[in-house]
Every structure is written in structure tokens, then in C-alpha cells.
């Protein structure tokens, strides 16, 4: 983990996003808001950040989010079954 780029991340959003919560708060949601997470990695790269989405999950000290899976509809799993 880069503290200096996690600070530098952390400050931005504070400042320009109004974020509230701690450091630790936002290295948590960083790791489970695949939202959040993409939104940081967009900000860094337009900082000119030339890492990987993994290598960036890296610097920082976060682990990746998880993608959550696509809900199968019932019917679809009705046709799995049948099938």
C-alpha cells in the first residue's frame, strides 16, 4: 500500500465530493462498492495513473469488490431444470 496516494485519493473525495466518513471507512467502501471503487480508479486514471484495476486495489490497500452476480429469473431457472 502507497499511503501517500491513499491520502492523496482520500483528500480528493473530501474535498470535491463531500465525502464524511474516516479514512477507514472509505478503504472499506472502496472494497465493497464496485461503484465507489470504479469511480476512484476513473479519478486517479484521469490523473494520469497508467495501473491496472488490480494494481490500483493494490497501491491503496483495498481488496477488489466483488461483482455481484446477476439474479436468473425464475423461468430460467425453471428451464435449467427441464432442460
Known sequence: MNE????NIYRD???NQDYRGSKEDFIALL???QAAFDDRFE???GEGYKGTKEQFAELVGVTMP???KKKR???????QILL
Open 43 to 45: 479519478w486517479v486514471n
Open 73 to 79: 429469473s425464475r423461468l430460467w431457472k425453471i428451464l
Open 4 to 7: 501517500q496516494a491513499l491520502q
Open 13 to 15: 473525495v473530501v474535498k
Open 66 to 68: 466483488v461483482k455481484k
Open 31 to 33: 472494497s465493497s462498492d
